[in-house]
């Protein structure tokens, strides 16, 4: 109870500890022995199951037929100090803060199947992804189809029909049949990639993701927990 209250709603430590009636370091010592429990939980499904492995969910995705949605979300941490080696690694060109990435990879649903590949918010989506081995996965898996955003042009250019991407930018001056068309087809792939983007909101509802304020090499951890959590609740709807 302890460690679902401190990742659900941030509460710290020493109010933890008035609140429960115990000490300080009984309240850090819990949380550091069950949040790891809970971050190798691994994502249900409704057959009892759990996707632990970005491997897991391809393998599960090619024999059930399921349709994968990919997208990336960055959580803001503390900067790291003066002088630190890889101090701007954290610094996200797309918000200009300090943030960590995750990956998020959820069904038509929008249940939680996998979220890793956690690095320095510098580094690209793409680039995150394929560091997982996501290339390899798509090769061995050639019926899986994976839905993501325009941050992912690069992997769907190396496996196209099987990664789908909004479609590119016209160029200024084409016909208005053609806008038309564009923006057909760019909302269309919009609301079928959608449901990841529900998932990434489930984990922000979580006061530790909003932002993360304790030590960066406990954000993994931090994350998978609450991602694990999160898609037990998913498959009981």
Same mark, same amino acid.
């Given at each position: 109870m302890i460690t679902l209250a401190h990742l659900r709603l941030g509460v710290p430590h020493e109010a933890l500890a008035v609140a429960f009636g115990v000490d300080r370091s009984t309240v850090t010592r819990a949380i550091g022995q069950v949040r790891p429990l809970l971050a190798g939980r691994g994502f249900a499904r409704p057959s009892g199951v759990r996707l632990r492995t970005l491997a897991d969910v391809f393998a599960y995705a090619a024999a059930e037929g399921v349709t994968l949605r990919l997208d990336a979300t960055e959580i803001?941490?503390?900067?790291?100090?003066?002088?630190?080696?890889?101090?701007?690694?954290?610094?996200?060109?797309?918000?200009?803060?300090?943030?960590?990435?995750?990956?998020?990879?959820?069904?038509?649903?929008?249940?939680?199947?996998?979220?890793? =590949? @956690?690095?320095? =918010?510098?580094? @690209?989506?793409?680039?995150a992804a394929r560091v997982e081995g996501i290339d390899a996965l798509l090769d061995a898996h050639p019926q899986v189809t994976v839905l993501v955003d325009a941050g992912y042009q690069g992997l769907a250019k190396a496996h196209p029909g099987q990664v789908v991407a909004p479609p590119l930018k016209l160029r200024p001056g084409a016909p208005p049949a053609r806008q038309t068309a564009w923006e057909a087809e760019r909302k269309q792939q919009s609301s079928q990639r959608i449901p990841v983007e529900h998932a990434i909101a489930e984990l922000k509802w979580w006061r530790q993701l909003q932002r993360f304020t304790g030590r960066r090499e406990l954000l993994a951890e931090t994350i998978d927990a609450v991602a694990g959590l999160v898609s037990d609740r998913m498959i009981t709807w």
């Open positions: 803001r941490v503390r900067r790291p100090r003066v002088g630190r080696p890889g101090r701007k690694a954290f610094v996200s060109g797309k918000v200009k803060q300090n943030t960590i990435k995750a990956t998020v990879v959820a069904d038509e649903y929008g249940a939680t199947l996998w979220c890793g =590949g @956690h690095r320095p =918010g510098r580094m @690209h989506d793409t680039t």
